[in-house]
């Protein structure tokens, strides 16, 4: 138990929060931005190593850990995206080219996906790439500390479907994602004026559609396809923060109603595992583990 | 009936894919109606647990003239994985454990085999389990060769060996599941008909 806290609560956490360290502690430099996507893709690598106990190779063993690379890479895009001074242009390419490649790499080579493999690529890369852009969308208009909480919710009700959706490794690893955010919610909480969580923006889409595309493709309990793509999107949400803010709707009264809007989905999807749980047949045993 | 051989029945689980021409007349397919795989792992510290998978697959050659047509090659698929829940066998079957989607199929394929003591069989080769491949050792218990009364013979044989599930890139839940799986496997085949 406390190995796994260890690994995939406090690893993850003391990774994201000091690659962190130089944004809080220089606000209002703009380079210091850059660090934010960083800090949530090492933070969110770390995690995995921690729960695994074990890197993931290129090509991976098991398809769904190319997640971690594409973490990493997301963090490499975010951080050209937040420097100053890059051409918006380049900011677009770089963005494009990580969401195509997301697209490409989330989605297994299982001979049963063959007829609907292309379609899947373009879904996904298109999702990453829309969810992303809300976020950051939503950032520059909502307050930081709603924001992140709001997300930080997400990430909760996300790991909560994906053990709702029997697996717990995927809801394993939601929670080390979960752990990354707190550190930003802290951070945005220490610096109230610091928009934290916008550059890391494009990380936070791939992780939770990481985590939630290869629950729905290694699926064997039967859960609605819907359900997964509603989980791994709620953060698009995130744009609703940005109408809110837009509207003058902030602080904790905002906060509040985007969590609700954020979380809608998640509860949908936590209801549909559930019904799909409750069609399997019923065990004499209350509990098998 | 025929005589059980004492010197050790050579036996060869071959599966579909070896040449046909390897397998001719001496081979024996898998029955698996009456084979089983059966596993064992520490649950919580508390006590062994037991599953089996009820699809298993394979043909195996007897041969004491020819050793060099003994190969050993078994197919069991994942995804019939039974621990007696069915929320467990969904969850055994999920990215968690045997990820059966992205690797439907458990084999063993000797590599090489030799006459044991007491008319055992020691068979080495590779065994491929959620997608990573080792060489390991077992030792076989033959049993038959006997008349089918139904026409054709059968023969079959047991091994019992364990492994670690951490080998094969199955550590999930290291602090609830014990690390090493013994695996119970019995085999009955039948040729000719």
Same mark, same amino acid.
């Given at each position: 138990m406390w190995n796994? +806290?260890? !690994?995939?609560? +406090?690893?993850?956490?003391?990774?994201?929060?000091?690659?962190?360290?130089?944004?809080?502690c220089a606000p209002r430099m703009a380079a210091a931005r850059a660090v934010a996507p960083l800090a949530l893709g090492a933070g969110f690598a770390a995690g995995f190593f921690g729960c695994l106990r074990k890197w993931a190779?290129?090509?991976?063993?098991?398809?769904?850990?190319?997640?971690?690379?594409?973490?990493?890479?997301?963090?490499?895009?975010?951080?050209?995206?937040?420097?100053?001074?890059?051409?918006?242009?380049? /900011?677009?390419? +770089?963005?494009?080219?990580?969401?195509?490649?997301?697209?490409?790499?989330?989605?297994?080579?299982?001979?049963d996906l063959a007829d609907v493999r292309g379609r899947w690529r373009i879904t996904a890369g298109v999702l990453v790439l829309v969810v992303g852009l809300l976020l950051k969308w939503s950032a520059?208009?909502? !307050?930081?500390r709603g924001l992140t909480l709001v997300q930080l919710l997400g990430a909760f009700g996300l790991a909560g479907f994906l053990v709702a959706a029997n697996t717990a490794r995927f809801g394993q690893l939601a929670g080390v994602y979960a752990a990354c955010l707190g550190v930003f919610l802290l951070a945005a909480l220490w610096r109230p004026g610091l928009r934290v969580l916008g550059p890391a923006g494009p990380v936070a889409a791939t992780i939770s559609l990481s985590l939630a595309l290869s629950?729905?493709?290694?699926?064997?309990?039967?859960?609605?396809?819907?359900?997964?793509?509603?989980?791994?999107?709620?953060?698009?949400?995130?744009?609703?923060?940005?109408? *809110?803010?837009?509207?003058?709707?902030?602080?904790?009264?905002?906060?509040?109603?985007?969590?609700?809007?954020?979380?809608?989905?998640?509860?949908?999807?936590?209801? *549909?595992?559930?019904?799909?749980?409750?069609?399997?047949?019923?065990?004499?045993?209350?509990?098998?583990? | 009936?025929?005589?059980?051989?004492?010197?050790?029945?050579?036996?060869?689980?071959?599966?579909?894919?070896?040449?046909?021409?390897?397998?001719?007349?001496?081979?024996?397919?898998?029955?698996? !109606?009456?084979s089983n795989v059966i596993f064992r792992i520490k649950h919580l510290n508390a006590a062994w647990f037991y599953g089996r998978f009820n699809e298993i697959s394979g043909t195996f050659l007897v041969d004491d003239a020819d050793a060099s047509k003994n190969v050993i090659d078994i197919e069991v698929k994942a995804e019939s994985v039974d621990a007696k829940m069915d929320k467990l066998n969904e969850h055994l079957k999920s990215a968690d454990f045997f990820s059966v989607r992205?690797?439907?199929?458990?084999?063993?394929?000797?590599?090489?085999?030799?006459?044991?003591?007491?008319?055992?069989?020691?068979?080495?080769?590779?065994?491929?389990?959620? !997608?990573?491949?080792?060489?390991?050792?077992?030792?076989?218990?033959?049993?038959?060769?006997?008349?089918?009364?139904?026409?054709?013979? /059968?023969?079959?044989?047991?091994?019992?060996?364990?492994?670690?599930?951490?080998?094969?890139?199955?550590?999930?839940?290291p602090e609830q599941l014990g690390d090493e799986v013994r695996l119970i496997v019995s085999i009955e085949g039948k040729r000719g008909a």
């Open positions: 796994m +806290v260890l !690994g995939g609560v +406090v690893l993850p956490a003391a990774v994201t929060a000091l690659i962190l360290l130089p944004m809080v190779a290129i090509p991976p063993v098991e398809h769904w850990q190319w997640m971690v690379w594409l973490a990493l890479l997301a963090a490499l895009a975010g951080v050209v995206m937040a420097l100053p001074r890059v051409p918006s242009v380049v /900011r677009w390419m +770089v963005g494009i080219g990580a969401a195509g490649v997301f697209g490409w790499l989330i989605v297994p080579g299982f001979a520059e208009r909502a !307050g930081p629950a729905m493709f290694y699926d064997t309990s039967g859960v609605p396809q819907v359900a997964y793509v509603l989980a791994g999107a709620a953060p698009a949400l995130a744009g609703i923060g940005g109408f *809110l803010g837009a509207i003058r709707i902030k602080g904790w009264r905002g906060a509040l109603v985007h969590a609700v809007l954020v979380l809608a989905p998640i509860g949908v999807a936590v209801a *549909l595992a559930l019904r799909a749980e409750s069609s399997t047949p019923a065990s004499d045993y209350e509990s098998y583990y | 009936m025929m005589k059980r051989s004492t010197t050790g029945v050579w036996m060869v689980l071959a599966c579909g894919v070896l040449a046909p021409a390897a397998l001719a007349a001496d081979a024996y397919k898998v029955d698996g !109606g009456h992205e690797f439907p199929t458990i084999s063993f394929k000797s590599t090489a085999i030799s006459k044991g003591e007491e008319g055992k069989i020691k068979a080495t080769g590779n065994l491929t389990l959620h !997608g990573v491949t080792k060489e390991i050792g077992v030792e076989l218990e033959p049993t038959g060769p006997v008349s089918d009364p139904r026409g054709g013979q /059968r023969a079959g044989f047991e091994a019992i060996f364990t492994i670690k599930r951490s080998d094969y890139g199955m550590n999930f839940m």
